[in-house]
């Protein structure tokens, strides 16, 4: 399959291919829900999107690796490291000695991607560094402009809008928004263990809630309601941010839509499994059953097939209409 891919999206230097087969297996390895629906997209855009979510799966896996021992100073170092090599790449300074950076600036300049949004990205990703917290929601929108806005900014020239671009922009916008939140909220666990807490602060205020209560629920496996509460608000928070996504959907290309469309439902149905299981994302991690994603996987591929057929005869020129039709045609009715 790498190789189709490749070959329908014009990618032959060795170095490239390899490059783009890299990002792929990060994308694979780390993101199910994406790689899952990026399999529903054309051949020849799948090389692009692998290459914008393995760079940033990268570019986080840095930020969070604590679990192989290295100090924040190391991190720090890894992430300017890296900073160096893509703007280098990206202001045509030369080919990237490393693959992820090699195949991305590939992908911004085959699709003219605004290199503004890498410079975000990169800002939020330094932020990590050193921020554990935020005190309102507009901050943490203001924090995932950089980690979660742009990478749906980013996707929009490949995936191809039926629009203006500036039209859906901020949908797609959105949709990277709803979908930060939502591993926010179902990883509040596992971001308390690295000393980071996403949800805003004034929300769990409201509710009784402050990081104590949250490390005491984390370490006893203990409930508390008000934490629910507080749980169940920034679910509907989250809600809301898909439903100013959600109108972007019609604005793409219809060959793209199935993909995007997939992974909105996946992650949709990961606040409801969130739901299902009373909120304990404290304590375990929420994930989508199989047979739900196996069904909307199935719709998915129903719907790809659709487009395809329907982009077919679109460029099926119509028969000429015969003598008689014609004439028809000119008649009045």
């Known amino acids: 399959m790498t190789g189709r891919e490749l070959d329908a999206a014009g990618i032959t230097d ?3 291919r390899a490059a783009y087969t890299r990002c792929r297996l990060l994308n694979a390895r780390h993101g199910r829900t994406y790689f899952l629906a990026t399999r529903l997209l054309p051949a ?4 692009a999107v692998h290459a914008l979510y393995g760079f940033a799966r990268w570019a986080d896996d840095i930020v969070d690796d604590t679990g192989a021992g290295a100090t924040p100073a190391e991190r720090a170092a890894a992430l300017t490291r890296l900073d ?6 990206l202001t045509g300074g030369g080919p990237a000695d490393e693959p992820v950076v090699l195949a991305l600036a590939d992908t911004a300049d085959r699709y003219a991607i605004d290199a503004a949004h890498f ?4 800002a939020a990703m330094r932020a990590d560094l050193t921020v554990t917290d935020y005190a309102s929601y507009a901050d943490l929108r203001a924090y995932m402009h950089g980690s979660a806005a742009v990478i749906g900014l980013q996707l929009l020239p490949v995936l191809g809008t039926v629009t203006a671009r500036a039209l859906a922009a901020p949908h797609a916008a959105a949709l990277g928004v709803a979908f930060q939140l939502t591993n926010f909220l179902r990883d509040v666990g596992e971001d308390l263990d690295r000393g980071r807490v996403y949800l805003p602060a004034d929300l769990l205020a409201a509710h009784g809630v402050h990081r104590d209560l949250l490390l005491w629920s984390r370490r006893t496996g203990r409930h508390d309601p008000r934490i629910t509460a507080a749980l169940r608000t920034a679910e509907d928070l989250t809600r809301g941010v898909y439903r100013e996504a959600e109108p972007g959907l019609a604005m793409l290309d219809p060959v793209a839509r199935p993909c995007i469309r997939t992974a909105y439902l996946l992650y949709r149905h ?3 499994a969130i739901a299902d299981g009373g909120y304990a994302v404290l304590h375990r991690r929420a994930v989508v059953s199989r047979r739900r994603r196996a069904a909307v996987a199935a719709d998915g591929l129903a719907r790809v097939l659709s487009a395809r057929l329907g982009d077919r005869r679109a460029a099926t020129p119509a028969p000429a209409p015969c003598r008689g039709d014609a004439l028809d045609a000119k008649e009045p009715r």
Request: net charge positive.
């Open 84 to 89: 160096r090599l893509l703007r280098r790449a």
């Open 44 to 47: 020849d855009r799948r090389p």
């Open 119 to 122: 410079t975000d990205f990169m």
């Open 270 to 272: 990961i606040l409801d």
């Open 14 to 16: 060795p170095r490239l």
